[in-house]
């Protein structure tokens, strides 16, 4: 490596530009005692399976291949409907379900609405397929789901998707907002 000579010019402003300077006699930084980090509430492992409202037993009428879905929760109004079907919301995330078990396509629907609800996504796009490999036109997966999302403490509706977005083996999903979500909203305004 060749050293580079500078001018007098150049060593000046260098000086000037660094200011001050003083020796140290150690080249090691003692840390300070003092200031330890504040603690902080350790957060509480939460059970997802917990989303699911136990409610009395539902009886749904099973939904075949090529049937739609649809759904509003009490207290909702029903032109959300309306204006969830016509994309409205706008899509903040999407899954998709299609050809896993029921056990594993139901852990990862509630992990998933879990993490969209936590991060404040309105609307959500589930693919469960439409079940042409199921027993009598009676797709599981798609049943399945019919009756999670009608259970979910943070749904307040959904439907089956446009023809474009997976028609009947996809639905569009409305979520309540966080609390979180909520209070940073009303700080904001």
């Known amino acids: 490596m060749v050293k580079k000579t500078l001018s007098e010019e150049d060593q000046d402003l260098f000086r000037q530009t660094i200011g001050k300077v003083r020796t140290t006699n150690s080249?090691?930084?003692?840390?300070?005692?003092?200031s330890k980090p504040k603690p902080y509430p350790k957060q509480?492992?939460?059970n997802i399976d917990d989303d699911l409202i136990n409610l009395p037993k539902i009886e749904l009428e099973k939904v075949g291949i090529e049937d739609s879905m649809s759904f509003i929760a009490p207290g909702v109004q029903n032109n959300v409907l309306k204006k969830l079907r016509q994309g409205f919301f706008g899509l903040d995330s999407e899954i998709d379900l299609h050809g896993l078990t029921s056990s594993t396509a139901?852990?990862?629907?509630?992990?998933?609405?879990?993490t969209c609800t936590f991060s404040g996504y309105r609307c959500v796009h589930i693919v469960h397929g439409k079940g042409y490999r199921s027993i009598d036109s009676h797709p599981v997966l798609k049943n399945d789901l019919?009756?999670?999302l009608r259970q979910h403490k943070d749904v307040q509706a959904f439907c089956s998707a446009p023809p474009k977005a997976g028609g009947t083996g996809a639905v569009f999903v409305l979520l309540r907002l966080s609390e979180t979500c909520s209070h940073d909203d009303e700080l904001e305004h």
């Open 146 to 148: 019919n009756l999670w």
């Open 44 to 46: 509480q492992s939460r």
């Open 106 to 114: 139901k852990k990862q629907l509630l992990y998933f609405l879990n």
């Open 27 to 34: 080249n090691k930084i003692l840390l300070n005692q003092d």
